[in-house]
């Protein structure tokens, strides 16, 4: 204590000094007071702490909890802090630790931090083992060693980290399960004899002990288990951008998209291709190395050798197809936005065609319906439209019900009310579904998940005065697979995406109201037909979506937009999605063309000549995003009509190229003579996050 301090603790009032003391008396009053003073202050400060540290185990204490949790928190508490699990089957193992069940943020942290941290694609192997050898027990621990034909239980005597191998011995007494083959002991020793006693560290599950000492090795086993079991991919070896981060390019992307189809957040028509695209892809890599590896052996220069050549050649750009397949679906930004070529998600019954007797069907929906409301409808409705012979009533209290038994040219009259419905409307026949009464009367409400709302094939199918809500959804709420589809005054609260208008299809949509769209309110593809007029399309991720991909048979989209109010989005207004090398293969394009012009010995045309300029707003280069400058109105449909007949240009000239390859020759290279673009004026755009138009490359 500092003499300061004893100082204003010994400077007593006047009035406690009255009466006057000895000199020895007042040393030993000193004394006793400075004594008393100092032990009153040492329990204050003990009783301070006391307080202090009641408050940090308040205020921390989700903290000390989540680092006791965590893969790797504090282990300070005896004991292990990880489950354990019974193994199933008729022999009597021991049990094992359960670390197939660990959180997203766990493997994440442990992949990040621990394990790859920001290795490259070549150092993975490096990185691995060096985590290993950092927490992974060299021997003295037990496993079941599990396997597609049995289970044996063994122990741990030497670890390879490099080559992901443990060394290991049978215990004794001998404990195995087989699956559908005789293993003994004997034949099992020979086993391991052949294998030199090493076994992949992937196939073992260490033996559950309450000590907490094997808890890290458990961990680090399921880590690489896991890793090389959903997350690395054979051909990430050959990668290209080795230069870059593999955590951020490959691992977490991937790790999310195991989390999202574990948590039933990807359609299950995706989640189907994905997993046919990564055997696809592996196949045809295993083919390409062999062939590369005979082509590399041979010394000779035969023709043999060259078609091999030839051969590989093709097989490299279809591995690279399916590859750029594989990361469209598994980057979470580009799975919703850019969505996917295939037809992923619910698939369409096929149409029933017209009534075996000829007769056509007026479906009527109405959970109750009092006398006034029927003579009403049938005043209104029926009488002045479905007045003819060949039409009869058929009444139903389920919306989707009454859709599921329409046939062909058959209709669907909606009373007023809000009808919960448990699965999809598939249309895959012409009908007309519509609404008798104002949209706000008439609602459709989905419940529970599933994929899209509304999966539209029929070759000509009318909605109108309908409100579709949907919540907690996959897919989006409507999608145009083929045909062509009328929609007029409806609204569509949405939750993922939007209308979808898939390639070949034809969407007509009139002064419809949508909003809450996570993705984009409308996803345009390629070769499709799309007409938006006086459309209310705010509060989404994106407002219109056009999509461009790399495969040069896809046109552009026709689009009429006119007089819509885009507004409140939390992007653009408007966002051409497109790849990035589009650029350089127009420029090899042009290249192209001029040689071809001086080979013939003809001249080209000035409007050949010309190149489209780009559109204010236009992105070049590998840029992702660059938002235009601000627009009016007049100029922000400009804008877009700019770009697209910039980017239809590239497209045209790519697909003239590959005519002229064939040995053909095209009638027309004016791009509005081909009615690519019909209308695109009198929108509004107002208050959209990065304004009215946009470009994204991927």
């Known amino acids: 204590m500092s003499e300061e301090v004893v100082g204003e603790i010994l400077e007593l009032p006047q009035s406690q000094h009255e009466h006057k003391q000895m000199p020895g008396e007042e040393e030993e009053a000193m004394a006793q007071a400075t004594e008393i003073s100092i032990e009153s202050l040492e329990e204050g400060n003990v009783q301070f702490q006391d307080e202090v540290s009641a408050v940090k185990q308040v205020l921390f204490l989700d903290q000390d909890d989540d680092s006791s949790n965590s893969d790797y928190g504090s282990h300070d508490k005896p004991g292990t802090v990880l489950q354990r699990l019974v193994p199933d089957g008729n022999v009597l193992f021991p049990d094992i630790f359960q670390t197939n069940q660990l959180l997203f943020y766990e493997r994440f942290k442990a992949y990040q ?5 920001d290795c490259r694609t070549s150092e ?5 083992a060096e985590y290993l050898e950092k927490v992974l027990e060299p021997s003295g621990w037990q496993a079941v060693w599990r396997t597609e034909l049995f289970d044996v239980l063994i122990e741990v005597v030497d670890v390879e980290y490099l080559v992901l191998k443990a060394a290991v011995e049978l215990v004794t007494p001998f404990l195995c399960e087989t699956k559908g083959c005789e293993l003994t002991e004997e034949s099992m020793k020979d086993l391991l004899e052949a294998k030199e006693h090493k076994v992949p560290l992937q196939e073992l599950y260490v033996v559950y002990d309450e000590s907490g000492e094997f808890d890290q090795t458990a961990l680090a086993v399921e880590h690489v288990r896991f890793f090389y079991k959903h997350i690395w991919r054979s051909w990430d070896e050959e990668d290209e951008d080795d230069d870059f981060d593999y955590f951020v390019r490959c691992v977490e992307p991937r790790l999310r998209l195991y989390y999202d189809i574990l948590e039933d957040r990807v359609p299950s028509g995706l989640v189907a291709e994905y997993r046919s695209l990564v055997s696809q892809c592996e ?11 005979c082509i590399s052996n041979s010394d000779s220069e035969s023709e043999l050798d060259n078609v091999s050549m030839v051969e590989g050649l093709k097989m490299y750009d279809d591995l690279e197809s399916l590859k750029r397949k594989l990361k469209i679906i598994e980057n979470p930004l580009l799975r919703y936005v850019l969505g996917y070529q295939v037809n992923s998600g619910l698939q369409s019954n096929r149409a029933k065609g017209p009534r075996p007797t000829g ?3 007026v479906h009527v929906v109405s959970s109750s319906m009092t006398v006034s409301q029927l003579q009403t409808l049938m005043r209104d409705k029926l009488c002045p439209d479905f007045s003819g012979e060949e039409f009869e009533l058929q009444f139903h209290s389920d919306p989707l019900a009454a859709v599921n038994a329409c046939y062909e040219g058959d209709v669907v009259v909606i009373c007023p009310g809000h009808y919960s419905v448990n699965g999809s409307f598939s249309i895959p026949d012409s009908i007309e579904l519509e609404g008798f009464g104002l949209t706000d009367e008439v609602v ?24 579709f809500v949907q919540h907690d959804a996959v897919e989006g709420i409507l999608c145009v697979r083929q045909g062509k589809t009328v929609m007029e005054n409806c609204v569509l609260q949405c939750e993922t995406t939007g209308v979808t208008v898939r390639t070949s299809a034809e969407l007509f949509m009139n002064i419809c109201d ?20 006086g459309n209310g399309i705010h509060h989404c991720k994106e407002g219109i979506l056009i999509k461009d991909f790399t495969d040069e048979f896809y046109t552009m989209p026709k689009i009429t937009m006119m007089n819509n109010v885009i507004h409140n989005n939390e992007g653009y207004g408007v966002i051409l999605v497109k790849p990035a090398d589009l650029p ?7 290249e192209d063309f001029q040689d071809e012009s001086k080979e013939n010995g003809g001249q080209k045309k000035e409007a050949d000549e010309e190149e489209v300029p780009p559109a204010e707003g236009c992105v070049e280069g590998n840029n992702q995003f660059r938002e235009p400058h601000t627009q009016e109105h007049t100029e922000g449909n400009d804008v877009i009509t700019n770009e697209l007949v910039a980017t239809s240009s590239k497209k045209s000239q790519l697909q003239k190229k590959k005519m002229i390859e064939l040995g053909l020759t095209m009638a027309d290279d004016d791009l509005m003579s081909q009615e690519m673009f019909v209308s695109i004026n009198g929108n509004h755009f107002k208050r959209n996050g990065k304004g009215s138009f946009g470009t994204f490359f991927y």
Do not use: Q, W
């Open 584 to 590: 350089r293969m127009k420029k090899t394009t042009e």
């Open 359 to 361: 007769e056509r069907m």
């Open 514 to 533: 949508l909003y809450g769209a996570k993705g984009a309110g409308v996803e345009i593809y390629p070769g499709s037909t799309c007409s938006l007029v």
């Open 283 to 293: 196949e045809k890599y295993k083919e390409f190395m062999s062939l590369r590896n």
């Open 113 to 117: 931090d621990y394990m790859l941290g």
């Open 444 to 467: 459709i409400e989905k419940l529970g998940k599933g994929d899209i709302f509304l999966d539209l094939t029929g070759a000509n199918v009318k909605v109108s005065n309908l409100k």
């Open 124 to 128: 993975v192997k490096d990185f691995t």
